[in-house]
């Protein structure tokens, strides 16, 4: 039984991102606390096996296909949310895609969509979550950003440091115009955790995971699992003081160092690999 703190009972949830990784893993553990849940992702299948858990667990869900980009969309979709649900009283913004790229050969285009994807949508998801909450004087917005929100990284993360460095800027904002109202926003900033795109990676990098584990003192790569417990706690009641805040989950990461990669060692690996292949 979920103590009553914890409870998120006759609550409504909004879940971007909800077929995999750390949204499927929200969305889970928001209906294992109580949680009506809202369901996002452009892989409507995916958010479809969610759904399922979701159901599993005697709560209500709602599926939707939606561009997290693209405001007007969002906007239609929270039109659906107050039909069916009436309220609004989490959302988990999880959702977006990034690209790599150096600094020199960033393309304009990649860039614009990046901001689009990640700052604009993910303003437009909390403008419309936070118009609602501020109308019934309560809620909770948990935004996900990165640990390249508040230290650099390198390795060609120029547009999606960027953009990570805006939501945390977000938050600050959000957080302060709309405490005195009941509303709170707080990020969630993770290290690498595991996903298909980071999983691809590693196994065309067989280095890659013990050279990321070598900057955690935790010793592993983060699991979805690991935003559950912050997704309730950040959800409920018990975290009703907490607002505006910014919560390294990486292990230890942030702690230790920045865990980036500066250019001439980024080079450095670059000619050790070469000189490998030989």
Request: proline share 3%; net charge neutral.
């Amino acid at each position: 039984m979920t103590p009553s703190r914890f409870s998120l009972l006759e609550r409504i949830a909004v879940v971007t991102g909800a077929a995999q990784g750390m949204g499927q893993a929200t969305a889970i553990a928001l209906a294992e606390a109580g949680a009506d849940v809202v369901l996002i992702d452009r892989n409507l299948s995916g958010a479809e096996h969610t759904a399922e858990a979701v159901r599993e667990l005697g709560r209500r869900s709602l599926v939707r296909k939606t561009d997290v980009s693209d405001p007007l969309a969002i906007a239609e979709l929270f039109r659906e949310v107050d039909a069916t649900f009436g309220r609004v009283d989490f959302l988990g913004n999880i959702a977006g895609d990034g690209v790599l790229a150096r600094p020199t050969e960033l393309r304009m285009e990649d860039l614009h969509r990046v901001l689009q994807n990640l700052v604009v949508g993910r303003f437009a998801m909390c403008q419309e979550a936070g118009r609602r909450m501020l109308e019934q004087g309560r809620g909770s917005i948990m935004n996900i950003g990165s640990l390249a929100s508040v230290t650099a990284l390198g390795r060609g993360h120029i547009a999606y440091s960027m953009a990570m460095g805006a939501v945390v800027q977000m938050t600050r904002e959000l957080s302060t115009e709309w405490a005195h109202r009941g509303v709170r926003v707080n990020a969630v900033l993770p290290a690498q955790v595991i996903n298909p795109s980071l999983a691809e990676r590693m196994v065309q990098d067989t280095t890659l995971e013990a050279r990321f584990v070598k900057g955690i003192p935790a010793g592993r790569i983060g699991q979805p699992s690991d935003i559950m417990g912050l997704a309730v706690l950040l959800a409920s009641d018990a975290s009703s003081w907490i607002t505006g805040a910014l919560i390294p989950m990486d292990g230890g990461n942030l702690a230790m160092n920045a865990g980036g990669t500066p250019g001439h060692q980024l080079q450095q690996v670059q000619d050790f690999r070469a000189e490998t292949k030989k």
